[in-house]
């Protein structure tokens, strides 16, 4: 039976292709594909990110938020604050899962677009 199982882009608009690259590759150190006129490409663990000026009206809003897992969240947090990222919150948790936890915390790139980092860490004791 058909079914749609695996992601294959993320589409994040941006008004200004080389300011988004600057911050998603130097500053949030992500892994660069290539640049053509009006769009960038990263690669984020076999998915690609796709960075893009709108093509028109209907495509021109804030993205969904885009969740990146990391390991160790106050460490990826306090380097990515050293790089200039301006933190919604600092990091929090947002569910207690009985045998673990999953924290947050919120960021916004150069165009407004909310990003997090994710966390889900075994409760200690």
């Known amino acids: 039976m058909f079914s749609l199982d695996q992601i294959g882009q993320i589409s994040i608009i941006v008004h200004d ?3 988004a690259v600057a911050f998603y590759r130097d500053v949030l ?3 660069f594909l290539f640049q053509a006129p009006k769009m960038a490409f990263f690669n984020c663990g076999g998915i690609r990110l796709y960075l893009g000026i709108p ?3 209907e495509f021109d809003h804030p993205s969904s938020v885009v969740y990146y897992s990391v390991t ?3 460490s990826a947090h306090e380097t990515l604050a050293q790089r200039g990222v301006h ?3 600092p990091p929090h948790m947002v569910a207690d899962l009985g045998d673990r936890e999953v924290w947050m915390a919120f960021f916004k790139d150069p165009d407004q677009n909310v990003l997090a980092l994710m966390s889900e860490r075994a409760k200690k004791g």
């Open 29 to 31: 150190g992500m892994h």
């Open 87 to 89: 933190f919604i919150a």
């Open 17 to 19: 292709i080389d300011r």
């Open 72 to 74: 160790d969240l106050p």
């Open 55 to 57: 093509e028109g009206p």
